[in-house]
């Protein structure tokens, strides 16, 4: 088994795909219990005309197509950012057993940051939480995203 580091360097693979496509530089992957990745994304909302199209559920997504099963049991997620309201619903419907972030989202976080969603006592499982693995690097790339946006405008 691979350490947490090592997927997370995954994701941030992701979100530097994000970063050069011009979309807010987040990344994703999901990892099944053996250790295999077995989704990958990276947020996409502007190139897909879809709002839905975030990191997380592109690689929940991703691993349910290669799957066959939208449930993912035993699976961790990594992602470069705390997930916001619709992922932290999306990771809960896929019964992922782990989530893994790097950097807080102050704002729209819903792991730590606004709320701990993951902790509510009416879900159908528990969803463990590791936050700040690989934050300085994931906190940097989207600094520098919004950085250089606001240099072009």
Request: hydrophobic share 40%.
């Amino acid at each position: 088994m691979h350490s947490d580091e090592f997927y997370m360097h995954r994701a941030l693979d992701q979100a530097h795909l994000a970063m050069a496509a011009g979309e807010v530089p987040v990344g994703a992957v999901v990892v099944s219990g053996e250790g295999e990745i077995i989704g990958e994304g990276f947020n996409a909302p502007v190139g897909r005309h879809d709002p839905t199209a975030h990191a997380e559920v592109q690689a929940l997504r991703d691993a349910g197509r290669r799957t066959g099963n939208y449930r993912l049991t035993g699976c961790t997620l990594y992602v470069t950012l705390e997930p916001c309201l619709m992922c932290t619903g999306a990771i809960i419907h896929a019964r992922i057993r782990r989530v893994v972030y790097a950097a807080p989202e102050p704002r729209t976080g819903m792991a730590e940051s606004r709320a701990n969603l993951f902790a509510q006592p009416w879900h159908n499982h528990d969803v463990q939480v590791v936050s700040g693995v690989l934050a300085a690097p994931a906190r940097r790339l989207i600094k520098a995203f919004f950085a250089a946006r606001r240099q072009s405008s």
